[in-house]
């Protein structure tokens, strides 16, 4: 803020505390920018400005100095690609970089409030914002924290893969070392980890501050999520082949379960469509618990038009599927199986369900579009007949909508 000098000039203020006493400027002290702003402080010129870009300009010219000032190529960032995607020059790669770019026009969101609050909606509300790959939620709660709720609360639409701890691989961040590298890996990114409370004596109680962050940091996205007014899209993606459901369970074997749940196949096949799709997808989940999450967000969510779909995702050609399934690949059979009981479930809960697969080529690679037309891959059956059919999902009556789930089955409160 300038005013004219002396001389008639406007120059630089030089003059410290014209406006601004130091007790006022006291806590912005450890914000430099902030600080210094309130000590050089002036009035704003008497004589009126010939134009205002917030009073004398329309909205319509406004949106259009927004889109000119964020060039977002397909209006979404990938945030937390798969490794394979994104190599240098592809659009993953780009994608994050390009988000990385945007510092110097969100500036424009501290000329004023009015402005501010116009820039964040146009850029958070108007954009996709993409973690899909393994720990995902744990990149989107770093994302999360680092924007904070304020401008989360202008999002609208988030793509994100399902929680997955990935035990035994090099992204897991069960152990120590493990959540300890992500720390590093997301401080480089520039963005900012919640301190999630572990304390000393969890560990003496046997407990790891990888495995503990790691559902503290899902508990903490769900609330955010639940919280946010304005979301319309919930896409959680589903790698078409991650066994979400583990893989010693009935649809896909007669034996005595070995989970959780002491069912057999005959306790199953007793339960009513709805009550056996649901009971097969969360009962006998990897990570059942954050099946309740999810459905505690679709009844109890601040935004009245969210919409939360399940999407699986494919890394293989349509023609590759179709012909490794029908060729009978007992693993890839068992994967396209498992992805009719995701559809199955999708319908039961109200849910939309979306299939999308990786481009490849090389302008698009590491980007996909969701869509949300019949799937043709998992409509590919094995050649052999002898698969048992009980291992499919069942039919729903056509009044499936108007019956309960179970009481153990309630969404949350």
Request: net charge neutral; aromatic share 12%; charged share 25%.
């Amino acid at each position: 803020m300038e005013t004219k000098n002396a001389t008639g000039n406007n120059k630089p203020a030089t003059e410290a505390w014209l406006i601004c006493t130091k007790e006022e400027a006291k806590p912005y002290k450890k914000y430099k920018v902030l600080f210094g702003e309130r000590k050089f402080a002036r009035d704003f010129p008497t004589q009126k400005q010939t134009l205002s870009f917030c009073d004398d300009l329309p909205a319509e010219i406004h949106l259009q100095v927004y889109k000119h000032l964020f060039k977002v190529p397909d209006n979404f960032f990938e945030l937390w690609a798969p490794k394979q995607w994104a190599e240098k020059g592809s659009r993953a790669k780009n994608s994050a970089l390009t988000y990385a770019t945007q510092k110097r026009g969100l500036r424009m969101m501290r000329v004023c409030k009015k402005i501010g609050d116009e820039v964040r909606e146009f850029f958070y509300g108007g954009n996709n914002f993409r973690f899909s790959y393994v720990n995902g939620f744990q990149v989107m709660a770093a994302f999360m924290h680092t924007i904070r709720s304020a401008n989360c609360s202008f999002l609208k639409h988030i793509t994100v893969q399902i929680p997955n701890r990935a035990y035994g691989y090099s992204q897991d961040l069960s152990s120590k070392t493990g959540w300890k590298n992500f720390e590093q890996l997301m401080a480089r990114r520039g963005m900012r980890l919640l301190r999630y409370g572990f304390r000393a004596r969890y560990e003496e109680q046997g407990r790891v501050l990888g495995e503990y962050n790691y559902d503290r940091a899902v508990y903490k996205c769900f609330r955010q999520l639940r919280n946010m007014p304005d979301l319309k899209l919930l896409e959680i993606t589903f790698p078409w082949d991650y066994e979400f459901i583990k893989s010693s369970y009935c649809p896909f074997s007669d034996d005595k379960l070995t989970t959780h749940c002491p069912c057999s196949i005959e306790d199953v096949q007793a339960m009513d469509p709805k009550t056996r799709i649901w009971h097969t997808i969360e009962e006998h989940s990897s990570d059942r618990a954050y099946w309740a999450l999810l459905a505690d967000l679709a009844e109890n969510s601040a935004s009245k038009e969210l919409t939360i779909a399940l999407v699986i995702q494919y890394e293989m050609t349509s023609y590759d599927m179709a012909n490794r399934i029908s060729n009978g690949w007992p693993q890839d059979i068992v994967h396209m199986r498992q992805g009719r009981w995701l559809a199955a479930y999708a319908s039961v809960m109200g849910y939309e369900f979306g299939h999308s697969r990786w481009e490849r080529d090389e302008k698009q690679r590491g980007t996909y579009n969701v869509r949300y037309d019949e799937d043709p891959t998992l409509s590919v059956l094995p050649k052999s007949q002898e698969e048992d059919s009980l291992l499919e999902p069942p039919e729903l009556p056509e009044s499936q909508e108007e019956d309960s789930l179970p009481e153990s089955a309630q969404l949350p409160a």
